[in-house]
């Protein structure tokens, strides 16, 4: 069975407006929503505490972003560090659910994103990581675009238990 993994779409992460192509992630993340919503999949909200990087748990940049369609009912799981398996609940829901298979998106391309595509390819789940819906922003070596580009591409070239998929949001809605 599948799941939606939506990483870290916090206000406090978006309050500077310089995350590449916000809107248009946003977007195909909602349009993703709505599909796992409508055919009863699971979907699960990753959220980062972290007091130093204004997510302090319950303040109002540690909140998921207003513009996506998150409800207080759906599940949440909580992480501090970028690997969303580390330290949380998250195997353990999965396994609860009989989720194998994951379609991962949300923020930072560079950061949790990272990490999360390769700790969950090497659980041995199936990864499928959605290619415009990730974003990140410009880092002084990089710009943003070039870093997304960068990390789809890798991920569909590592050697890992499971191969990760990098496919655009259209291609995953058509294979649901």
């Known amino acids: 069975?599948?799941?939606l993994l939506v990483i870290?779409?916090?206000k406090a992460l978006f309050a500077?407006?310089?995350?590449y192509d916000a809107n248009g992630v946003i977007g195909r993340i909602n349009q993703l929503i709505e599909k796992f919503r409508k055919d009863g999949m699971p979907l699960i909200f990753i959220r980062h505490n972290s007091e130093e990087d204004g997510l302090g748990a319950g303040t109002e940049g540690w909140q998921i972003?207003?513009?996506?369609?998150?409800?207080k009912t759906d599940l949440?799981?909580?992480k501090v560090h970028c690997d969303a398996f580390c330290e949380t609940q998250l195997a353990e829901t999965l396994a609860e659910l009989k989720i194998n298979?994951?379609?991962i998106s949300g923020c930072c391309t560079d950061f949790c994103i990272d990490t999360t595509v390769r700790q969950a390819a090497s659980m041995d789940y199936k990864v499928r990581v959605v290619s415009d819906a990730?974003?990140?922003a410009n880092k002084p070596y990089l710009k943003a675009k070039t870093i997304i580009e960068h990390h789809n591409f890798?991920?569909?070239?590592?050697y890992s238990p499971q191969l990760i998929e990098v496919l655009p949001t259209q291609t995953i809605l058509e294979e649901l």
Do not use: C, F
């Open 1 to 3: 069975m599948k799941a």
């Open 8 to 10: 870290d779409m916090q």
């Open 16 to 19: 500077a407006g310089n995350r």
């Open 65 to 71: 972003m207003s513009e996506l369609d998150y409800r």
């Open 76 to 78: 949440t799981v909580e």
């Open 101 to 103: 298979e994951l379609i």
């Open 134 to 136: 990730h974003t990140t």
């Open 154 to 158: 890798v991920w569909s070239e590592l």
